[in-house]
């Protein structure tokens, strides 16, 4: 035996640029996220070649799950095309060797700041949500180890108190996007800045949903089949933001979520958020045989 | 085709690198060199933050990042991340220092003396304008002293200790991998000694300066009387496979310590770092003096300046601001047009008669 037979080689850098010590981390505090779903798990996230904020705690999730067969999607605000999507995309590719494509229905991995695809995600397919703030608590406790407490005896009375006082005040909930949902009947959770739009389609969804903030520190999970509800009262339902009449001047497609683009002339028109849905909208009605996957909504109504 | 744009990006990517670099021109080991011995306290700062010793790395990062330092740090951070953990030092003393600056603003004199060493603290900031005028700086060579002081210098606080005017902290026992490390398990609250000291130890200087300087002002209780600041040469003492313990070389450290009269007796704040960094170390040894018991969401309290001098983290986060964030905006609109049309419709549907 030699020190040889026992050592690998020696590689400027490891497979999916994370160390096999930081991803044993990741999965493990993973696995305890599904556990407890909802419940936010403190992880070291190390540093990688990204600035914070930008990302980093959905790259480390990636990095950790992906192997050379992961077919990866990443999306920004829900587009594959946007920079820092094309930039991860980019990273994800370079430092493991995993095919990228740009279609939800191909893809086994998607990395996703701030939207959740419109096409149903399968069994088989895990979404990893970038996470800027893991804590839905913090507009009314900003102090982490306070609000680590509230958790832990399920004290979500200041939550629900400033609902209140927004109804009171505005008439409405006035949250906009990373609206404060009850997972499985116990925690808390932010499910990311993605709009009000994109919430119910956590609720009992056949995929994974892995939430993680790098500059916080923070893995969260949502299981397959899992309840994701809103916090809503009885008397006030939940809405969604009113996009479901709204067409896209691009593609056509009806009832999704839009993005607004203002007019010179003082009005706007409106273009589909997730812009692979709008790409294949377009090569469908130019006669190509396109596979567009069942999507949540259907009609602008969420399919129940 | 309206929607082929992913390229676009990608491209889009590319050619901004290339114009941040162009500016830069060639990086060569000649550029490396000049910025490592120029520009030392530079070098040290940011070894300091990433908290990865190694002068000629440090040089590199600062090179390539056109000086941006955040970014510097960045870089050494991402690769520090990415080496394995060979073996660890053995610790380090204050009497086992080799000292180059040790002063105190407690006594006139202490055990050992004052040691000035290199300082700027007494020179008149003035330009050498001259050298721009095609003149060379000669700095004029140091007169080494008759009686060289003693590399070695006990501890101002043992001092105290021994005369009652302070406890000490109790020494910690944990040792080896058992050293809680903040760049491989989560910072919790309360934090773990090793953990603040560590922290403070890799903390954006700016940030700890801001912090405690608020403290120094006024927002803190304790007011701080260095007790002792010292710059010195630790060195690294490391055991080989075999057994032989060694010195893989010396790193340049800071330290402050300084106390407060609570009671009838001081109590201590303390700050280490690696490179030479007197304001970083004074700052942040005056929050770690002013912690204990201070409010939450004060700036004294532990998790919140610990949180908040976390230069990587900090920075990052406020640089994020520039991606899009159409989404989330659009989100907020429609709950903001929502209540403007329910406030409109309120005040045009007369109240209902009693």
Same mark, same amino acid.
């Given at each position: 035996?030699?020190?040889?037979?026992?050592?690998?080689?020696?590689?400027?850098?490891?497979?999916?640029?994370?160390?096999?010590? =930081?991803?044993?981390?990741?999965r493990?505090?993973?696995?305890?996220?599904?556990?407890?779903?909802?419940?936010?798990?403190?992880?070291?996230?190390?540093?990688?070649?990204?600035?914070?904020?930008?990302?980093?705690?959905?790259?480390?999730?990636?990095?950790?799950?992906?192997?050379?067969?992961?077919?990866?999607?990443?999306?920004?605000?829900?587009?594959?095309?946007s920079?820092?999507?094309?930039?991860?995309?980019?990273?994800l590719?370079?430092?493991?060797?995993?095919?990228?494509t740009?279609?939800?229905?191909? =893809?086994?991995?998607?990395?996703?700041r701030?939207?959740?695809?419109?096409?149903?995600?399968?069994?088989?397919?895990?979404?990893?949500? /970038?996470?800027?703030?893991?804590e839905?608590?913090?507009?009314?406790?900003?102090?982490?180890s306070?609000?680590?407490?509230?958790?832990?005896?399920?004290?979500?009375?200041?939550?629900w108190? /400033?609902?209140y006082e927004?109804?009171?005040?505005?008439?409405?909930?006035?949250?906009?996007?990373?609206?404060?949902?009850?997972?499985?009947?116990?925690?808390?959770m932010?499910?990311?800045?993605?709009?009000?739009?994109?919430?119910?389609?956590?609720?009992?969804a056949?995929?994974?949903?892995?939430?993680?903030?790098?500059?916080?520190?923070?893995?969260?999970?949502?299981?397959?089949?899992?309840?994701?509800?809103?916090?809503?009262?009885?008397?006030?339902p939940?809405?969604?933001e009113e996009?479901?009449?709204?067409?896209?001047?691009?593609?056509?497609?009806?009832?999704?979520?839009?993005?607004?683009?203002?007019?010179?002339?003082?009005?706007?028109?409106?273009?589909?958020?997730?812009?692979?849905?709008g790409?294949k909208?377009?090569?469908?009605?130019?006669g190509?045989?396109?596979d567009?996957?069942?999507t949540?909504?259907?009609?602008?109504?969420?399919? /129940? | 085709?309206?929607?082929?744009?992913?390229?676009?990006?990608?491209?889009?990517?590319?050619?901004?690198?290339?114009?941040?670099r162009?500016?830069?021109?060639?990086?060569?080991?000649?550029?490396i060199?000049?910025?490592?011995?120029?520009?030392?306290?530079?070098?040290?700062?940011?070894?300091?933050?990433?908290?990865?010793?190694?002068? *000629?790395?440090?040089?590199?990062?600062?090179?390539?990042?056109?000086?941006?330092?955040?970014?510097a740090?960045?870089l050494?951070r991402?690769?520090?991340?990415?080496?394995?953990?060979?073996?660890?030092?053995?610790?380090?003393?204050?009497?086992?220092?080799?000292?180059h600056?040790?002063?105190?603003?407690?006594?006139?004199?202490?055990?050992g003396?004052?040691v000035?060493g290199?300082?700027?603290?007494?020179?008149?900031?003035?330009?050498?304008?001259?050298?721009?005028?095609? *003149?060379?700086?000669?700095?004029?060579?140091?007169?080494?002293?008759?009686?060289?002081?003693p590399?070695?210098?006990?501890?101002?606080?043992?001092?105290?200790?021994?005369n009652?005017?302070?406890?000490?902290?109790?020494?910690d026992?944990?040792?080896?991998?058992?050293?809680?490390d903040?760049?491989?398990?989560?910072?919790l609250?309360?934090?773990?000694?090793?953990?603040?000291?560590?922290?403070?130890?890799?903390?954006?200087?700016?940030?700890?300066?801001?912090?405690?300087?608020?403290?120094?002002?006024?927002?803190?209780?304790?007011?701080?009387?260095?007790?002792?600041?010292?710059?010195?040469e630790?060195?690294?003492?490391?055991?080989?496979?075999?057994?032989?313990?060694?010195?893989?070389?010396?790193?340049?450290?800071?330290?402050?310590?300084?106390?407060?009269?609570?009671?009838?007796q001081?109590?201590?704040?303390?700050?280490?770092?690696?490179?030479?960094?007197?304001?970083?170390?004074?700052?942040?040894?005056t929050?770690?003096?002013?912690?204990?018991?201070?409010?939450?969401?004060?700036?004294?309290?532990?998790?919140?300046?610990?949180?908040?001098?976390?230069?990587?983290?900090?920075?990052?986060?406020?640089?994020?601001?520039?991606?899009?964030?159409y989404?989330?905006f659009?989100?907020?609109? *429609?709950a903001?047009?929502?209540?403007?049309?329910?406030?409109a419709?309120?005040?045009?549907?007369?109240?209902?008669?009693?």
């Amino acid at each position: 035996m030699s020190l040889k037979s026992l050592t690998k080689d020696w590689e400027p850098m490891s497979y999916g640029f994370l160390d096999a010590s =930081a991803k044993r981390e990741i999965r493990r505090k993973t696995l305890k996220a599904i556990a407890v779903p909802g419940c936010q798990m403190p992880y070291a996230s190390r540093e990688v070649p990204m600035a914070r904020g930008w990302g980093t705690g959905g790259l480390q999730v990636s990095c950790t799950l992906i192997n050379p067969k992961t077919t990866v999607k990443v999306i920004d605000q829900g587009a594959d095309d946007s920079v820092n999507a094309a930039s991860i995309r980019r990273f994800l590719a370079r430092v493991s060797g995993a095919p990228t494509t740009t279609d939800t229905l191909k =893809a086994d991995l998607i990395q996703s700041r701030h939207r959740i695809p419109e096409e149903v995600l399968r069994e088989d397919q895990i979404l990893v949500l /970038q996470v800027p703030n893991p804590e839905p608590l913090r507009p009314v406790q900003p102090n982490m180890s306070i609000a680590r407490q509230m958790h832990a005896d399920a004290d979500y009375g200041r939550m629900w108190l /400033q609902l209140y006082e927004q109804i009171v005040r505005s008439g409405r909930v006035m949250q906009g996007a990373s609206y404060p949902s009850l997972v499985h009947g116990r925690f808390v959770m932010t499910p990311s800045p993605i709009p009000r739009w994109d919430v119910p389609k956590m609720h009992m969804a056949k995929h994974l949903t892995i939430l993680s903030a790098g500059r916080e520190k923070r893995i969260h999970a949502v299981p397959p089949f899992t309840r994701v509800e809103p916090l809503v009262f009885d008397d006030v339902p939940y809405r969604v933001e009113e996009h479901g009449d709204l067409t896209c001047t691009r593609s056509g497609a009806k009832g999704y979520f839009m993005n607004e683009i203002p007019q010179p002339d003082g009005t706007s028109t409106y273009e589909v958020s997730d812009s692979e849905l709008g790409v294949k909208t377009i090569r469908s009605s130019e006669g190509e045989t396109i596979d567009i996957g069942q999507t949540w909504y259907q009609n602008g109504e969420m399919a /129940q | 085709m309206a929607y082929v744009a992913t390229r676009g990006g990608e491209r889009a990517i590319e050619q901004s690198q290339r114009l941040f670099r162009e500016a830069m021109g060639d990086i060569s080991a000649d550029r490396i060199q000049e910025i490592r011995d120029a520009m030392p306290y530079l070098i040290d700062r940011v070894m300091g933050e990433a908290s990865l010793y190694d002068e *000629d790395l440090a040089a590199l990062a600062l090179a390539q990042a056109g000086g941006e330092l955040y970014e510097a740090i960045l870089l050494l951070r991402a690769w520090r991340t990415t080496q394995p953990r060979l073996a660890l030092a053995a610790p380090v003393t204050q009497e086992s220092l080799f000292t180059h600056r040790r002063i105190s603003a407690a006594f006139k004199d202490i055990p050992g003396g004052q040691v000035l060493g290199p300082t700027l603290d007494y020179a008149h900031r003035i330009l050498a304008t001259e050298v721009l005028s095609g *003149d060379t700086y000669v700095p004029t060579p140091v007169d080494p002293a008759e009686k060289p002081a003693p590399a070695q210098q006990p501890s101002v606080a043992a001092w105290q200790a021994e005369n009652g005017l302070l406890t000490l902290p109790q020494a910690d026992a944990v040792q080896g991998n058992d050293i809680p490390d903040v760049t491989r398990e989560p910072l919790l609250f309360p934090a773990k000694r090793a953990h603040t000291l560590q922290s403070l130890a890799r903390a954006e200087t700016g940030g700890v300066l801001a912090l405690g300087y608020a403290a120094q002002r006024g927002y803190g209780q304790a007011h701080p009387t260095v007790n002792e600041l010292r710059l010195a040469e630790a060195e690294v003492v490391v055991t080989h496979p075999r057994g032989t313990r060694f010195s893989a070389g010396r790193v340049k450290v800071s330290q402050a310590e300084v106390v407060n009269k609570k009671g009838e007796q001081l109590e201590l704040g303390f700050a280490a770092t690696m490179g030479w960094n007197e304001v970083k170390v004074i700052a942040a040894a005056t929050l770690d003096l002013n912690s204990d018991g201070a409010p939450k969401g004060s700036a004294t309290e532990e998790e919140f300046f610990l949180y908040h001098t976390e230069g990587v983290e900090s920075s990052g986060f406020c640089i994020h601001f520039k991606l899009p964030h159409y989404v989330t905006f659009q989100s907020s609109l *429609d709950a903001m047009r929502d209540a403007k049309a329910k406030k409109a419709a309120k005040a045009t549907t007369p109240e209902p008669a009693e």
